[in-house]
């Protein structure tokens, strides 16, 4: 496992919600409007996401706001103490948890009203190196993920792409730009060896890395979906120093791991980059639909 912590995903939770694109928001919310008007309109025609590498459930607590009424999601991830943090905290989240009829809660399925919308949410445990086919040959109206097409290989992207058949709306993919100020002379070593890190093997072969959204474009393209694609930069400054300095300390771990920076230069950097004033981080959200 890649292993995620519910602690970083819980830190860094307030900033991708900041960075998402909402240009690409409106357009994914519009698409839906113009082509299925009725969907999410009443409890017998919810519309129905799913979420690959759900994590904690940042994604569907960022999006529910901006989807109709009434929503059904699978949340998918191979974590399964993620998954149940994901559950704890929808239902903290929530404005109320709903009971069924006999005024117990329903088991599995978590059913909740927030601002006004009703959700329920199916947890999957599901290793999606192995099972991504079957995933996809589930009925779904919105495929997303966020925060997770960096770990995957361009072979499991191609799979992904033979398979899919779903609008896509995946954010938050890393894409390689950092800015950090003020600026430090290990800079450049430092993140020339955080991408050689960053395309180690996470699980799915060897990661696709900051290259994976341009891959994701060109298979899709070649498959005749329309692809769009919005920078969404984390932006971060003194109010977000704890985020930085978990950030600086992850990756300066990475970088450790691949013999490529001194030890006293990459500690020289990690104790700078402690006290940064500012950071970017750059992304890309895409959203995809067929033609
Ligand atoms: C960077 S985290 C993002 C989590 C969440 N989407 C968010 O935005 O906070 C990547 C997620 O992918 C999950 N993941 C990694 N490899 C996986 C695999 N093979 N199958 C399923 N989930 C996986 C991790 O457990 C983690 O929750």
Same mark, same amino acid.
């Given at each position: 496992?890649?292993?995620?912590?519910?602690?970083?995903?819980?830190?860094?939770?307030?900033?991708?919600?900041?960075?998402?694109?909402?240009?690409?928001? #409106?357009?994914?919310?519009?698409?839906?409007?113009?082509?299925?008007?009725?969907?999410?309109?009443?409890?017998?025609?919810?519309?129905?996401?799913?979420?690959?590498?759900?994590?904690?459930?940042?994604?569907?607590?960022?999006?529910?706001?901006?989807?109709?009424?009434?929503?059904?999601?699978?949340? @998918? &991830?191979?974590?399964?103490?993620?998954?149940?943090?994901?559950? /704890?905290?929808?239902?903290?989240?929530?404005?109320?948890?709903?009971?069924?009829?006999?005024?117990? $809660?329903?088991?599995?399925?978590?059913? @909740?009203?927030?601002?006004? #919308?009703? @959700?329920? +949410?199916?947890?999957?445990?599901?290793?999606?190196?192995?099972?991504?086919?079957? +995933?996809? %040959?589930?009925?779904? &109206?919105?495929?997303?993920?966020?925060?997770?097409?960096?770990?995957?290989?361009?072979?499991? @992207?191609?799979?992904?792409?033979?398979?899919?058949?779903?609008?896509?709306?995946?954010?938050?993919?890393?894409?390689?730009?950092?800015?950090?100020?003020?600026?430090?002379?290990?800079?450049?070593?430092?993140?020339?060896?955080?991408?050689?890190?960053?395309?180690?093997?996470?699980?799915?072969?060897?990661?696709?890395?900051?290259?994976?959204?341009?891959?994701?474009?060109?298979?899709?393209?070649?498959?005749?979906?329309? +692809?769009? $694609?919005?920078?969404?930069?984390?932006?971060?400054?003194?109010?977000?120093?704890?985020?930085?300095?978990?950030?600086?300390?992850?990756?300066?771990?990475?970088?450790?791991?691949?013999?490529?920076?001194?030890?006293?230069?990459?500690? %020289?950097?990690?104790?700078?980059?402690?006290? /940064?004033?500012?950071?970017?981080?750059?992304?890309?959200?895409?959203?995809?639909?067929?033609?």
């Amino acid at each position: 496992m890649t292993g995620f912590s519910s602690q970083w995903l819980t830190l860094r939770e307030p900033a991708d919600h900041r960075a998402r694109n909402q240009t690409l928001l #409106k357009e994914m919310q519009q698409y839906f409007e113009r082509t299925q008007p009725g969907l999410g309109q009443s409890q017998h025609t919810p519309m129905r996401m799913t979420d690959l590498g759900c994590g904690t459930g940042s994604n569907l607590r960022a999006l529910a706001q901006d989807l109709p009424a009434y929503q059904h999601w699978t949340l @998918i &991830d191979y974590d399964p103490l993620l998954l149940d943090a994901a559950r /704890a905290l929808l239902t903290s989240w929530s404005d109320s948890v709903v009971e069924n009829r006999s005024g117990e $809660l329903v088991d599995s399925e978590l059913r @909740i009203l927030k601002n006004g #919308k009703q @959700i329920s +949410v199916s947890f999957v445990q599901e290793d999606l190196s192995k099972n991504i086919e079957r +995933v996809l %040959a589930q009925h779904t &109206d919105l495929l997303t993920a966020a925060a997770f097409f960096d770990l995957v290989s361009p072979d499991w @992207i191609v799979r992904f792409c033979q398979s899919l058949k779903s609008p896509l709306y995946t954010v938050l993919t890393y894409d390689g730009t950092e800015k950090w100020l003020p600026p430090h002379a290990a800079d450049q070593l430092v993140l020339a060896a955080f991408h050689a890190h960053q395309s180690t093997d996470k699980g799915f072969g060897l990661s696709a890395g900051p290259g994976a959204v341009q891959i994701i474009q060109s298979q899709l393209t070649t498959r005749s979906f329309n +692809v769009q $694609l919005e920078k969404s930069p984390w932006i971060l400054d003194i109010a977000d120093q704890g985020l930085m300095q978990a950030l600086a300390t992850g990756s300066a771990n990475a970088v450790a791991e691949t013999n490529r920076v001194p030890t006293i230069d990459l500690n %020289a950097w990690l104790a700078a980059r402690k006290q /940064a004033e500012h950071c970017e981080i750059g992304h890309w959200d895409l959203f995809a639909r067929p033609a």
